[in-house]
């Protein structure tokens, strides 16, 4: 993986982006020895995004499957019953 500091990247960022489109190579761009951001593949984009939002669905069916779970541990009243109790 390549690594440019800001400077090199800013002159050289036509060949960078091409490089990652037709290259499908990653080059991450640092400032004083720290990693600020990558410029990768779109491919690499797509991919990251699809895993994040698959680990956001696990999370959501944990939480559901919780509340599922203490729903019927604890019971469940009808939305008209809440709304009378709330005074509604």
Same mark, same amino acid.
């Given at each position: 993986?390549?690594? &440019?500091?800001?400077?090199? @990247?800013? =002159? *050289?960022?036509?060949?960078?982006?091409?490089?990652? +489109?037709?290259?499908?190579?990653?080059?991450?761009?640092?400032?004083?020895?720290?990693?600020?951001?990558?410029?990768?593949?779109?491919?690499?984009?797509? &991919?990251?995004?699809?895993? @994040?939002? =698959? *680990?956001?669905?696990?999370?959501?069916?944990?939480? +559901?499957?919780?509340?599922?779970k203490?729903?019927?541990?604890?019971?469940?009243?009808?939305?008209?019953?809440?709304?009378?109790?709330?005074?509604?």
């Amino acid at each position: 993986m390549t690594r &440019l500091n800001v400077s090199k @990247a800013r =002159e *050289e960022f036509p060949e960078v982006v091409n490089r990652a +489109a037709y290259g499908k190579e990653r080059t991450i761009v640092s400032r004083r020895g720290k990693d600020l951001a990558a410029v990768i593949p779109i491919d690499d984009l797509h &991919l990251l995004e699809r895993l @994040a939002q =698959e *680990e956001m669905d696990r999370e959501d069916l944990k939480d +559901a499957r919780a509340a599922l779970k203490e729903a019927k541990k604890k019971g469940t009243i009808p939305l008209r019953g809440l709304m009378r109790k709330l005074g509604d």
